[in-house]
């Protein structure tokens, strides 16, 4: 796996140059040699990898595969949405795992979380995250996840590719979706899709994320796309 040097390697390299002045050659001969060295070692570590976004050169996020190697190892069976899907004219691109913090450690109980991006025309992302859960670890957090403490909380209950699923949208404060979740129950593990609000594209227009202003969509996304990594 290549990925881009960082401005440490760089400055290694910088000091390097600054040691071998003192070297006997001319300094339009070691100039020469310095900047050939330089562009060798950014293309070698920037041509065939995408470490900038912490993509590997086969263009999954590395640390996605990271908690897919733990999650498999806790035999917690994986799916996902593919590489990238499209709704409407956005194109969400990923899945990303969580590089750091207690969420980059949760596969180990049983939890994966994963993210697909969407870039927006007017700059920024709006996105859709993926959870999976082992029957153990959603008999410990799903009370939190189907009943948030919050007043005006809708419930439907819904069939996603012929199988058992609910809707919760969650509204926050003037919106009236804040939060949009489908729980699909699969025979080994639960899905969670999350669906966060990104605001108004514009003062009483719809929202920025396109499953917040028609959440068919969200449904149709997981009919369509969910399938076992790495199919």
């Keep these: 796996m290549a990925t881009c040097w960082s401005a440490v390697k760089i400055k290694e390299i910088m000091i390097q140059w600054n040691l071998d002045r003192r070297a006997c050659a001319p300094s339009s001969v070691r100039l020469l040699l310095f900047t050939a060295t330089l562009v060798a070692v950014l293309v070698s570590g920037c041509g065939t990898g995408r470490g900038d976004d912490g993509h ?119 919106r009236p979706v804040n939060t949009l979740w489908l729980l699909l129950h699969l025979d080994d593990v639960v899905v969670v899709g999350e669906a966060p609000a990104g605001g108004p594209m514009y003062p009483g227009g719809p929202d920025y994320n396109p499953f917040i202003n028609n959440p068919d969509l969200l449904i149709q996304v997981l009919e369509e796309n969910l399938r076992p990594y790495p199919e």
Excluded: C
Aim: hydrophobic share 40%.
């Design 56 to 174: 590997n050169s086969a263009g999954l996020n590395q640390y996605f595969l990271r908690d897919v190697a733990t999650a498999e190892a806790v035999k917690l069976p994986v799916y996902w949405l593919g590489e990238e899907f499209a709704v409407d004219d956005l194109v969400f691109r990923g899945p990303y795992g969580v590089e750091f913090g207690t969420e980059a450690e949760q596969a180990q109980q049983g939890v994966l979380e994963m993210t697909y991006l969407a870039p927006l025309k007017q700059g920024g992302n709006t996105r859709l995250k993926l959870y999976l859960y082992s029957k153990q670890a959603w008999e410990a957090t799903k009370e939190r996840v189907t009943n948030p403490a919050l007043p005006g909380v809708t419930r439907s209950v819904i069939s996603v590719a012929g199988r058992h699923a609910e809707l919760i949208s969650v509204p926050l404060g003037t």
